[in-house]
């Protein structure tokens, strides 16, 4: 689109005019074949579409320049997609290859810490592929806990992240087990070079453009989840292995082994999770989700449990009661008035992937 087009579109409404059509088309994704057809699960359907919303004016108004990169928080309590981790603090920054940049922090003591460098084509709906990545145990730190990080497509002496001829983004991933105790890594990033540049201002273009893709990430990122979740439809109430080639091609963590499926229970039955086997490993954990992939609310209840967090049985194995009420176990994950969504189990930096067992139960027989 030229620059003379935007101009047009802009000043007789037709750019706005045209996001707000593209919004009310994105709004019958709820309405996919498969998804459930109640209030509630609807409800929290157009909400999701609100959060994709409001994620991707940040991404595409708001932000977005990557010669003034600004590490942000794409994904938490109230903005979740793609199966997102609780015990993530999820950052991201827009990338231009032809640029050079640095990374500074300081460590901190949170349990995992993760660099990415992807090509993020989620607005198009061609997933997420990873170029470039580090993570925390490959990086020199200083004795005051402090490192610097190069980002570039050449390679560089000491610490450097490398980019490929498609890189747009940067992902950064820190996991806690226990949030209460650890703190979180402080980072900056900059394009080297900056500092006599200023960001340029805005323009109809760049405005026309933010507003086309908001609508494309809306629709693509919505249909490509909704679409994942029919897919564990199979193997309800299952904790089954994913398809590991395509979490990676959607920006899974190169470090995690992932499980998901679909679960389903009636207000008298409970989901028994079993792992016999917990293997040497950096952390794991169990999330639940609602239809659209969403992590439930867990600031205001327990839907989740990590390495740290769960209670162990004696002989080492690992028990989670996915149930409406409290059962008489201390790892109850809470449904949040759900009877029907979607769960993740992660192995995080285990070299072995044991399988890990599920099956339903009247509430009763507990």
Known sequence: MSEQDSNERVMSGQA???????????????FAEKAPATPFDRAEGYRYLSRMLRAGLESFVEGGD???????????????????????????????????????????????????????????GGGMKTDGFLDSREIEIDGEGNFEIIISQREQPGNWLRMGPETNSLNVRQTFQDRKREVRAELTLERIGWENDRPAPLTPEKLDRGLQGTVQFVKMTTGLFEGWAESFLPTTNQVAPADQAYCQAIGGDPNIYYFHSAWELADDEALVVEAPVIPQCQTWNFVLQNWWMESLDFRY??????????????????????AHQKPDHPNWVETTGHNRGTLCWRWIGAKEHPPVNARVVKFSEL
């Open 16 to 30: 706005w005019a045209d996001f707000c059509d593209g919004l009310k088309e994105a709004g019958q994704l709820v």
């Open 66 to 124: 990557p010669a003034f990169p600004v590490l942000r928080c794409p994904a938490h309590e109230t903005i979740k997609l793609g199966a997102d981790n609780p015990d993530n603090h999820y950052q991201s920054a827009p990338l231009n290859p032809q640029y050079d940049y640095r990374l500074k922090g300081s460590r901190g003591t949170v349990d995992y810490l993760g660099f990415g460098t992807v090509i993020n084509r989620y607005s198009s």
């Open 301 to 322: 209840h327990n839907i989740h449990f990590n390495k740290h967090t769960a209670h162990y049985e004696p002989d080492g194995s690992v028990k989670i009661i996915v």
